[in-house]
C-alpha cells in the first residue's frame, strides 16, 4: 500500500521561493518514477516535473529553470525546489507515482502555495 503526503506550500511573495517536500510510503517509491502536478483555480491538473527511478529529471516549459524537482531514496521523499515564484505558479500541487501494470497511481493530498503580493 502506497501513501503520499506533501507539504512545504505556503504564501510567498512574487520572486520567493518555497521547497516542497513529499513523503511516501511503501515499498514501491525506489522503484518508481515520481511527478509534480498542480491545479489552479479554474484550470485542469498540469504536469509540473518528473524524475526518474533513477534521478533523471523533467520539466514543463512553464517551471523550466526555476524549479528543480529532486528525490532521496533513503528517506522515500520527493522535492521541489520553487525559484522566482510567479503569481500564475499559485495553485493546489501535489505529487503521484507513475503507474504500472501491477501498481495504480497514487495521489497526495495536495498542499497549497500561492504567489501574491
Known amino acids: 500500500q502506497v501513501q503520499l503526503v506533501e507539504s512545504g506550500g505556503g504564501l510567498v511573495q512574487p520572486g520567493g521561493s518555497l521547497r516542497l517536500s513529499c513523503a511516501a510510503s511503501?515499498?514501491?517509491?525506489?522503484?518508481?518514477?515520481m511527478g509534480w502536478y498542480r491545479q489552479a483555480p479554474g484550470k485542469e491538473r498540469e504536469l509540473v516535473a518528473t524524475?526518474?527511478?533513477?534521478?533523471?529529471?523533467n520539466y514543463a516549459d512553464s517551471v523550466k529553470g526555476r524549479f528543480t524537482i529532486s528525490r532521496d531514496n533513503a528517506k522515500n521523499t520527493v522535492y521541489l525546489q520553487m525559484n522566482s515564484l510567479k503569481p500564475e505558479d499559485t495553485a493546489v500541487y501535489y505529487c503521484?507515482?507513475?503507474?504500472?501494470?501491477?501498481?495504480?497511481?497514487?495521489w497526495g493530498q495536495g498542499t497549497q502555495v500561492t504567489v501574491s503580493s
Open positions: 511503501g515499498s514501491i517509491f525506489r522503484f518508481s518514477a
Open positions: 524524475i526518474s527511478s533513477g534521478g533523471t529529471p
Open positions: 503521484s507515482n507513475a503507474p504500472t501494470s501491477y501498481v495504480r497511481r497514487y
